[in-house]
């Protein structure tokens, strides 16, 4: 059946019929909505209003100005490249001396940088060495030969050497000023803070024993284990050799929380020992303890490689020496059991190990000598 067909009114056409006699139609047309009037002035705005012109005398400024920075950035570059190739340059001046060697005046040896010798930096004495101390003199001049700049000289991470060379004549003028009480002496301080590591030497800080998962190397040894071995052939040469008679305990062994205090006396002869050492070894022992932060460790390689008092003692010929790398293996025994089961830091532990390495072996040039071993 078809449905018939609806046509909405709106959609028909309406006649109108006027006054006048005759009608007119109209037809509306077909939308759905209603007239609207253009709106030709948006209330949004389009952005921000156009920057204000700029005269040609302005913007000329701008490029000379940034062209000068360009220059001077140029510059600075030019004048490293030349300071690396050691030629001259407006900023760092190079080096005032040619050649750097080693004489002896008197009854020392000096370094001398041409004709000038070398000198304190703070007291602007002359440095003067034993003759005994030829590998130190050495040493420090080829330091002094390696510099390219005066500017160099004056920043003392670039002068290690140096530094503790005059850490060492500072004590020995210090001790030889007989209006210095002797609380207030270099070496009384030097003796206190040393005497701190004694608390918290890494040598003596043990690990707990090691449980069923722990990490072992190729040999079975655990941690614990080496650090134990390695504490007991130290501990046993100073208690035989350096300090007869007295009793050095582990301070950490996994079971207790706090540092435990060494027997008592142990402090006293540790006192009195370092006491009776002199400048060069006061300042060799203070380098090594703050480097390898341990005590047992630095008094082994004084003992190993000083010609002064701290070397009078007997040991085998055929011994095998102390060196510095065995002294910064063991204090640093613990980071490189961890790094080498779980990896190093790049930059970080390889740089902190040579760090320390260069340090204690440092301490052996100054220490040592041709008086004695």
């Given at each position: 059946m078809k449905l018939p067909a609806r046509v909405p009114?709106?959609?028909l056409p309406r006649l109108v019929h006027n006054g006048g006699g005759g009608g007119a139609s109209t037809m509306r047309p077909l939308h759905s909505t209603c007239v609207r009037a253009a709106n030709v002035a948006s209330v949004v705005g389009t952005g921000p209003p156009p920057e204000a012109p700029v005269t040609p005398s302005?913007?000329?400024?701008?490029?000379?100005?940034?062209?000068r920075r360009q220059a001077e950035m140029l510059k600075t570059a030019r004048e490293i490249r030349n300071v690396k190739d050691g030629k001259a340059?407006?900023?760092?001046?190079?080096?005032?001396?040619?050649?750097?060697?080693?004489r002896q005046v008197d009854d020392s040896l000096q370094v001398f940088l041409d004709q000038r010798p070398l000198r304190?930096?703070?007291t602007k004495?002359?440095?003067?060495?034993?003759?005994?101390?030829?590998?130190?003199?050495?040493?420090?001049?080829l330091?002094?030969?390696?510099?390219?700049?005066?500017?160099?000289?004056?920043k003392q991470h670039l002068i290690p050497l140096t530094s503790l060379v005059c850490r060492a004549l500072d004590i020995e003028a210090d001790d030889a000023d007989a209006s210095k009480p002797e609380s207030s002496k270099l070496r009384t301080d030097v003796a206190h803070m040393v005497l701190r590591h004694l608390e918290t030497d890494s040598i003596l800080c043990w690990v707990?024993?090691?449980?069923?998962?722990?990490?072992?190397?190729?040999?079975?040894?655990?941690?614990r284990d080496v650090q134990k071995q390695t504490a007991d052939e130290v501990v046993s040469y100073l208690t035989t050799n350096v300090w007869p008679g007295i009793r050095i305990e582990p301070i950490l062994d996994g079971h207790s929380l706090m540092p435990r205090d060494q027997p008592e006396g142990v402090r006293d002869v540790v006192h009195g020992w370092i006491t009776g050492l002199d400048a060069w070894e006061v300042a060799g022992l203070e380098r090594a303890v703050l480097a390898g932060k341990s005590l047992i460790a630095a008094v082994r390689l004084i003992a190993e490689?000083?010609?002064?008092?701290?070397?009078?003692?007997?040991?085998?010929?055929?011994?095998?020496?102390?060196?510095?790398?065995?002294?910064?293996?063991?204090?640093?025994?613990?980071?490189?059991?961890?790094?080498g089961h779980w990896g190093e830091v790049e930059d970080t532990h390889d740089v902190n190990r040579e760090d320390v390495l260069r340090q204690l072996a440092s301490v052996v040039l100054l220490v040592s000598g041709t008086a004695k071993r």
């Open positions: 009114l709106r959609t302005a913007d000329s400024y701008q490029r000379v100005e940034r062209r340059s407006g900023g760092l001046k190079p080096r005032f001396w040619t050649n750097v060697d080693v304190h930096p703070s004495a002359i440095i003067k060495l034993p003759l005994t101390k030829t590998h130190l003199a050495t040493a420090l001049a330091e002094w030969d390696h510099l390219t700049s005066a500017q160099e000289a004056t707990p024993p090691a449980g069923p998962f722990d990490v072992r190397n190729d040999a079975g040894e655990s941690l490689w000083s010609e002064g008092s701290a070397n009078a003692c007997s040991f085998p010929v055929d011994a095998k020496p102390f060196s510095a790398e065995d002294a910064a293996k063991a204090t640093g025994l613990e980071v490189d059991w961890q790094s």
